[in-house]
């Protein structure tokens, strides 16, 4: 086990969350600790926007660049307002080295980056191509000569600490994996303190219950699994024949458990999209803790610091009173736009919530929006009755245009390379009622409860009463309709806008001028979360992007944000029904209290049940413990380990080199398969690698340079030295899947082309330029 590199890691991350903290009290200064648990996404904010610009010229320059203005805004900050308290900085710290050594001993037990059961090479590639780099645009590994055209704006936070602490990729990789989850976790703790702190709810508790929704909690399908197991045979069998599932997995006992299975509990016919048989599970549907355990370092997680630090911004200008327009306008149209710019280039997908949140923000927010314009302007558009919710919703809408205009402008030179030219699509295939309560059932059921509860208060338990029966009644009619999460989720996106916009509140905050900027309202900053969740899940039940594996990607890269934004929303909601619920009757108070503990305590072991055995198996399967991905190389492809170490030890900056493609998932070289392992675990481009290439630009391109590299390999003299040179070729690998694939490989035979490196079953050729 590396432990001098886990202390310096661990110790840079400590010092990054100080400097960003420092930061972070001017722009959350009524926070409960001042933004300081935001540390790390302002910290790593500020590195990455001079990295990425500075970077055009230099990446070296670039990174200490960064290093340079943080220390200095640092420096600035802390002599004008002061540095974190030192109570409040232990706390968090803490928050976040447990989170961090959690992740670690997790990949410490499985550290290895293979090419299968993800896209760890595709992650693994990126950030190896990053270190090596000299500059931006990024040259594409898997496509030599052209940008890369996925999104990497997370491989770049991850290079940027690997360059500043000179650690080895396959070592950073494991590392920045377990750095990432810890910032979602502390800025998810941070952020349900804080809104439960502005609604006077216990902090501690509220933080406490998100930090479990969203680092260790999963969803409901391993809980209903194991629940059939205990059934009896003849019943358990029933039980799933009915809901149209089969019993495997966990339901036929703790024997037959595996992780995987709760990332896949949605099936979509995909009859319409091509190659899946119908039937095929193609939809993923992953929670935090999977997609750690799981251990890619994907665009859909390492985004979710950032998403939660525009959350965080939003909040901020919720708690802002209508006077002080300046910090409004500078939250909104400063701060915010600069995060969607760094979101657009980390995860795309999540480019768009940035405006949503911003639109729901502003719309339900205490202060008048139209205080945002000139007083004059503003004035004019102050309406009285359900005119002023059309001027919300409007000034809604046009600041969310702003904040993804400008976020478009920070991320510019993003947008201006390689398009994928994907189209939209409407009206996918639905999901059931059983598999949206399976992986949605951990929020929903308490949001709804929550709102019941609120109900109760508003109108009295009667109505609420009759209120709950008929959206119960709602949901099941919509499920037999097959548009479930209509049934499910417009109930709850009714009963938060209602308690958000209640024209009651509106007259009670005007009557009582403490009120006027944000008194004591109904529900808080939750809504706002519950809301923007809901809408995404509604989303994708109609709307995705058309790709050959219908709708997986949108579901994926979208329920991730889900299950964030919920996760936050959720421990407020759950210290609310805890400390805050009481009906009026002593004996309805007494079982309502005894309820919700109950309640909260079923949902907490039943979501815990996962982490039990997944963390179990994990722990039996793994070997001696290391950081080193890279270490399974010299037992499962020894005849190709010294080959690919010597690419990585002893080329300068990034060379072109040629591998057998296409390529994919598969690492069995006597197949023909090599998954690009020389570029992938290298950073080096290679020709033409992976097929998700052809994904990125279009099968045309991709097939003919397919066929360029079989003529590199196999083809005439002087074809061969016109690819070479047209490609810029500088070394050409034969390994076991070259000569697989190619047969007799004739590229040795040209004059010019000469023997670098020979080790075991590989053989590497220098191309010398000199001689075409």
């Not at 109570?87 to 290895?112: M, Q």
């Not at 205990?230 to 339901?251: F, I, K």
């Not at 998954?675 to 391109?701: C, F, I, K, M």
């Amino acid at each position: 086990m590396e432990y001098g590199l886990l202390a310096s890691w661990l110790a840079l991350y400590l010092l990054l969350l100080y400097a960003g903290g420092t930061v972070a009290g001017l722009l959350f200064p009524r926070f409960a600790d001042r933004g300081l648990a935001f540390g790390v996404p302002v910290a790593v904010s500020i590195l990455w926007l001079v990295t990425y610009f500075a970077g055009r010229l230099s990446l070296t320059v670039g990174v200490w660049l960064g290093v340079g203005v943080l220390a200095v805004s640092t420096l600035a900050v802390w002599w004008i307002d002061g540095g974190p308290n030192a109570r409040t900085y232990a706390e968090t710290a803490g928050v976040f080295t447990v989170a961090f050594l959690f992740v670690v001993g997790i990949r410490a037990l499985d550290p290895g980056i293979v090419p299968i059961g993800g896209e760890k090479f595709l992650d693994f590639g990126l950030l190896q191509s990053l270190v090596r780099a000299d500059s931006l645009p990024l040259e594409d590994m898997w496509f030599a000569g052209e940008p890369v055209a996925y999104y990497y704006g997370g491989h770049l936070v991850a290079a940027i600490l690997t360059r500043i602490t000179g650690t080895a990729g396959q070592f950073a990789y494991n590392l920045a994996l377990a750095g990432f989850y810890a910032t979602l976790v502390t800025a998810a703790y941070g952020l349900a303190g804080a809104v439960a702190s502005e609604r006077g709810l216990p902090r501690r508790l509220a933080a406490g219950l998100t930090a479990f929704c969203v680092g260790i909690a999963s969803n409901l399908s391993t809980p209903a699994k194991f629940v059939i197991w205990l059934l009896p045979d003849g019943l358990s069998q029933t039980v799933v024949e009915r809901g149209g599932y089969e019993l495997d997995g966990l339901a036929s006992g703790p024997d037959s458990f595996s992780y995987w299975d709760a990332s896949r509990v949605i099936e979509d016919s995909a009859a319409d999209f091509g190659t899946y048989e119908p039937g095929a599970a193609l939809v993923i549907d992953e929670f935090p803790l999977f997609a750690w355990l799981n251990g890619d370092m994907h665009a859909h997680m390492m985004s979710t610091g950032f998403l939660l630090l525009a959350a965080a911004l939003c909040f901020s200008y919720y708690q802002t009173p209508a006077a002080e327009r300046r910090r409004r306008v500078a939250l909104l149209f400063g701060a915010l736009p600069a995060v969607a710019g760094i979101m657009a280039v980390t995860n795309t997908w999540s480019f768009p919530s940035m405006g949503g949140l911003a639109l729901l923000t502003v719309t339900v927010a205490p202060a008048d929006p139209t205080t945002l314009l000139p007083k004059h302007v503003g004035q004019r558009l102050r309406l009285n009755g359900p005119g002023q919710e059309g001027v919300r919703v409007g000034m809604g809408l046009a600041v969310a245009g702003g904040v993804l205009a400008l976020g478009l402008l920070w991320s510019l030179p993003f947008w201006l390379g390689p398009a994928s030219g994907r189209e939209i699509a409407v009206l996918p295939d639905r999901t059931s009622l059983l598999e949206l309560l399976a992986v949605h059932g951990l929020f929903v059921a308490p949001f709804w409860l929550y709102l019941y509860a609120q109900t109760g208060r508003a109108v009295g338990r009667s109505t609420a009463r009759i209120v709950g029966l008929v959206t119960v009644g709602t949901a099941a009619l919509a499920a037999t309709l097959d548009i479930a999460a209509v049934g499910l989720l417009v109930p709850l996106l009714l009963g938060a806008w209602l308690f958000a916009r209640s024209p009651t509140l509106d007259r009670t905050v005007a009557a009582v001028p403490a009120l006027a900027d944000g008194g004591d309202r109904p529900v808080g900053f939750e809504a706002v979360l519950i809301l923007a969740g809901a809408g995404l899940v509604l989303l994708v039940e109609f709307v995705f992007v058309r790709e050959n594996i219908g709708r997986m990607n949108t579901v994926f890269k979208t329920y991730m944000q889900v299950w964030v934004l919920w996760g936050v929303a959720a421990g407020p909601v759950l210290a609310w029904l805890l400390t805050r619920w009481r009906p009026t009757d002593d004996r309805a108070r007494a079982w309502a209290s005894i309820g919700v503990r109950a309640f909260v305590a079923l949902l907490v072991c039943s979501a815990s049940l996962y982490g039990v055995f997944a963390l179990s198996n994990h722990v039996e399967a793994a070997g001696d413990p290391t950081l080193d991905g890279l270490a399974y190389l010299d037992d499962d492809h020894p005849e190709e380990a010294k080959a690919i170490r010597w690419l990585d030890d002893n080329t300068e900056g990034r060379p072109t080199i040629v591998t057998a493609a296409p390529a994919g998932y598969q690492w069995n070289a006597d197949d023909g398969e090599g998954a690009s392992a020389p570029s992938s675990l290298t950073g080096l481009p290679t020709v033409a690698g992976w097929t998700h290439e052809a994904q990125y630009r279009n099968d045309t391109v991709y097939d003919r340079r397919v066929d360029d590299v079989e003529t590199i390999y196999t083809g005439d003299a002087t074809e061969q030295r016109r690819l070479l040179e047209a490609y810029d070729v500088r070394y050409v690998y034969v390994g076991p899947a070259e000569r697989a694939r190619y047969g007799d490989v004739t590229v040795d035979q040209l004059q010019g082309v000469t023997v670098a490196k020979q080790a075991d079953g590989v053989t590497i050729y220098q191309v010398r330029p000199e001689y075409f």
